[in-house]
């Protein structure tokens, strides 16, 4: 049942959970394309009253992705019924082991305690959701994937080169280096240099929310690169395969 949670893979079967009061319509092809990265999503369903007007925007996105709209009434005002919907499925679906990994879709803390659970049982579960997403429910999850990277146009910032100088705006992305670093320690081998691939998962590890593109950086190893006064980099070929990169601390060479 466990899923190989590194990008790229495409191993494994992803049952994809949509809070329909909190996800965001638009960004649906990107949605299905990330978590499509971890496995085939064979499961796709969305959760909501399809009685309120808040949902026609949904409409013209269920037949072009193929997704699946539960209906649940709001039967009393102020209770959210539709994520007692989402929580009962989910465990219906866990339980059943018709699939090896899941995808979570909200900004919701209220499913904090499902991920838990479903990572419990030994399963993959990633979230995808706003930036504004409790961070109780996004180190719940595995992986996590802020909305706003997921927008193509979207403008992001640039690491500062000199910690010295970064003067951190209110509501901007937390300085990486401090995270590197650390993912960096988790990773470095006896000769003093890491595997690129090992740091990401100790990276996934620190924070389920770390993504380069925060950053303004499609891979990891641009946004190391970004940081050539702190970390130096090797490539090496491995036949007619991919280039094996390795990294080091510069300041490790005097150690």
Excluded at 11 to 33: F, H, K, Y
Excluded at 109 to 121: F, M, N, V
Aim: charge should be neutral; glycine fraction near 10%; include cysteine.
């Amino acid at each position: 049942m466990i899923l190989d949670q590194s990008p790229g893979t495409g191993s494994g079967r992803i049952a994809m959970l949509i809070d329909g009061d909190n996800a965001q319509p638009s960004l649906m092809g990107e949605t299905i394309a990330e978590a499509g990265k971890y496995g085939l999503v064979t499961v796709r369903r969305i959760y909501g009253d399809w009685t309120e007007a808040n949902m026609k925007s949904w409409r013209p996105i269920l037949n072009t992705h193929a997704i699946q709209p539960i209906q649940q009434f709001r039967n009393t005002v102020g209770k959210n019924a539709t994520d007692s919907a989402l929580i009962i499925d989910a465990m219906d679906i866990l339980y059943e082991r018709i699939v090896n990994g899941f995808c979570l879709v909200s900004s919701d803390s209220d499913y904090t305690r499902l991920a838990t659970r479903i990572r419990e049982k030994g399963v993959f579960v990633m979230g995808i959701g706003q930036r504004t997403t409790p961070k109780a429910f996004v180190n719940a999850c595995e992986v996590f994937v802020y909305t706003e990277n997921l927008h193509g146009g979207a403008s992001k910032p640039e690491p500062a080169r000199n910690q010295k100088q970064k003067v951190v705006a209110e509501g901007s992305p937390p300085e990486p280096l401090p995270l590197l670093k650390s993912a960096f320690d988790m990773s470095v081998q006896e000769d003093g240099w890491a595997f690129l691939g090992t740091m990401g998962s100790r990276l996934r590890q620190l924070d389920p929310g770390f993504d380069s593109r925060t950053y303004g950086f499609i891979q990891l190893s641009q946004l190391l690169r970004s940081y050539s006064s702190e970390f130096e980099m090797r490539e090496e070929r491995s036949g007619s395969g991919p280039s094996l990169i390795y990294i080091r601390l510069r300041d490790m060479r005097g150690r």
